[in-house]
């Protein structure tokens, strides 16, 4: 009897979450126009500046967030279907000091954009240049 109350409840709970998984992907298909962000996605070039103006061994903890969000943001771009089979669509994420010169250079010439914005960027070009395969 308890084993199939448990069987019946897992069950149920895979059928929600590929529910909600499917909902999901439609919805992106219909709307891929812009994606919004919350917590360190919204910060502002300003505020990488502002981490970055003073150099700190071990790095800040601003700074730390910043990149540890961009890895995992750029590892979810990786995963996005854009209607390119995956193998086609996916780029070799660089290391950290590379994320760092970039979030650097590109905060610098256009401040007024955000960080989110310019991993974007940075995605594109690297699906032109780094492709993994």
């Avoid at 914005?117 to 492709?131: E, G, S, W, Y």
């Amino acid at each position: 009897m308890t084993t199939s109350i448990l069987r019946f409840a897992a069950a149920a709970i895979v059928l929600v979450v590929a529910a909600g998984c499917l909902a999901s992907r439609a919805r992106a298909q219909e709307d891929n126009s812009a994606y919004a962000g919350a917590g360190t996605a919204r910060d502002s070039c300003g505020y990488w500046l502002e981490v970055r103006r003073v150099p700190s061994t071990p790095m800040s903890r601003g700074e730390l967030m910043t990149l540890s969000w961009a890895q995992g943001y750029l590892s979810g771009k990786n995963s996005e279907f854009d209607g390119v089979p995956r193998e086609r669509n996916a780029f070799v994420i660089p290391d950290l000091p590379v994320i760092m010169a970039f979030l650097d250079a590109q905060c610098a010439k256009d401040p007024i954009t955000g960080v989110m914005a310019h991993l974007d960027a940075m995605a594109v070009r690297l699906r032109r240049t780094q492709p993994l395969r």
